[in-house]
């Protein structure tokens, strides 16, 4: 219990000393004056106090809670700075001998506050953190879920009293050994059963509650961020397995996506560049009211908006003129698809294909299957099936798959046939950078 009190009497020398330290400087300025007994007693007083937080310390150490290496560190800093303190003491009125061990103690006394910040809240407290700032992964439906996931929600949230450094509970959640040996209390995880498991138990008790993890007053695990783990030990809180073999469900599945860094308009952009598209090609397809724009800054790849008109066969042909330049397409709510299929099939440098609201079905899925770096496809509010989706079966650079209110109904078996691809089943929108012409 006293050994408690530590924290806070471990600010008193600090401040004592600093007191002396300027009193010292004051008098060697000749800005004041003092009496030798005021100065002496300042002295001691920091020696005292420096004895009081070493024995709180020492008691508060027997918690077993702390790494041994910076434990033994932050004591032996600890007596080296009350030694330096009575040697200032003894040594007081030789103003010529006073500077080394003035700064041997400054100096001691920050390599002490570095370790006890070091015990207290890890060995990263010096690091400006954003707790609020969501991290991103690349791809979710292919990414470890306890590595890529899991782990980063511990290391922002619990670490700082369950990791390498300290150890409160006798519990360390930095790695898996340790999250299958537990605590004090007993193991952190139970595979399958997150109401048994105390990591999940205990984020969920009430905040008033004092075995509320993590305690008042540190970031907060949010409710996505408890989805994640719930969905983890449910699936048998496996550290090797993926994101898809877990079988997330729409809830997960939309937390997931969110993850997700959003396909930004320069991350698409082919590094060849390409010629300018012919003029001829571009002006036929402006004057049909088709949207024509850059991809990207100093760059000849192009998007083009479609903006629902049927193509006839001179914006056809124009299309097919710009094969090599064409990397986005939006064709949403575009109703004659059968011709508008075949040119599509032969815009090589395709990456964002747009299809939602279309009579877009199995049939016209074959004149895509030439499209090897198409990265998004939005076949929402189509015809297309399970059996259509097999045509992409040999689109590696595929991410993600857009399939709301479509023919498709075993998502479970599409992820298992498109591993790597997200499936996007929840009617949400793709996110777009400021000034993009497309509306997806």
């Known amino acids: 219990m006293i050994g408690k009190l530590h924290p806070l009497l471990v600010h008193l020398p600090i401040g004592f000393f600093f007191l002396a330290l300027l009193i010292r400087v004051l008098i060697a300025l000749k800005k004041i004056s003092v009496s030798e007994s005021f ?28 790494d041994a290496e910076t434990l033994i560190r932050h004591q032996w800093s600890a007596v080296v700075f009350s030694a330096t303190l009575l040697l200032l003491y003894f040594t007081r009125n030789k103003a010529r001998v006073q500077a080394i061990p003035w700064g041997m103690a400054l100096v001691v006394l920050t390599f002490t506050g570095h370790y006890g910040g070091t015990l207290t809240h890890g060995a990263d407290f010096l ?16 990414a470890v879920v306890y590595e890529e996931i899991i782990r980063p929600i511990l290391e922002k949230k619990c670490y700082s009293c369950h990791g390498s450094g300290k150890q409160k509970g006798k ?17 952190a995880l139970e595979a399958f059963h997150p109401d048994k498991s105390l990591l999940m138990v205990r984020m969920l008790l009430p905040d008033s509650d004092e075995d509320h993890m993590p305690p008042k007053g ?8 408890k989805a994640l783990i719930e ?9 090797r397995k993926k994101s898809r073999e877990l079988a997330p469900d729409e809830k997960i599945q939309k937390i997931l996506r969110s993850l997700e860094a959003p396909v930004e308009a320069e991350a698409v952009l082919p590094e060849k560049e390409v010629k300018p598209g012919a003029a001829a090609d571009l002006e036929v397809l402006k004057k049909a009211g088709v949207l024509v724009n850059p991809a990207g800054l100093n760059t000849n790849y192009l998007e083009v908006n479609l903006r629902g008109i049927s193509p006839g066969k001179d914006e056809l042909k124009a299309l097919e003129g710009l094969k090599e330049q064409v990397i986005r397409l939006n064709a949403a709510s575009v109703q004659q698809v059968e011709e508008l299929a075949e040119v599509m099939g032969k815009l090589q440098n395709l990456r ?4 939602q609201r279309t009579p877009w079905s199995d049939r016209e899925m074959a004149g895509l299957k030439g499209l090897s770096h198409l990265r998004v496809l939005n076949l929402s509010f189509t015809r297309v099936t399970e059996k259509g989706l097999k045509e992409l079966d040999g689109l590696k650079e595929l991410r993600r798959l857009y399939v709301y209110s479509s023919g498709v ?6 992820m298992s046939a498109l591993p790597g691809v997200l499936i996007d089943t929840g009617g949400y929108r793709l996110n777009t950078l400021p000034g993009d012409s497309l509306d997806l």
Not at 231 to 239: K, L, N, Q, R, S
């Open 218 to 225: 540190k970031p907060q695990v949010t409710e996505e961020e």
């Open 231 to 239: 969905w983890w030990i449910t699936g048998g809180a496996d550290f």
């Open 409 to 414: 109904k075993d998502r479970a078996g599409v």
């Open 127 to 142: 690091q400006v953190k954003h707790p609020d700032q969501q991290h991103t992964i690349e791809n979710a439906q292919e």
């Open 352 to 355: 964002v294909l747009h299809l």
């Open 39 to 66: 100065f002496k007693w300042v002295l001691l007083s920091t020696f005292v106090v420096s004895l009081l937080s070493m024995g709180t310390g020492w008691l508060l150490s027997g918690a077993g809670e702390y």
């Open 171 to 187: 519990l360390r959640l930095d790695l898996p050994e340790f999250l299958l040996k537990g605590g004090a209390d007993g193991p």
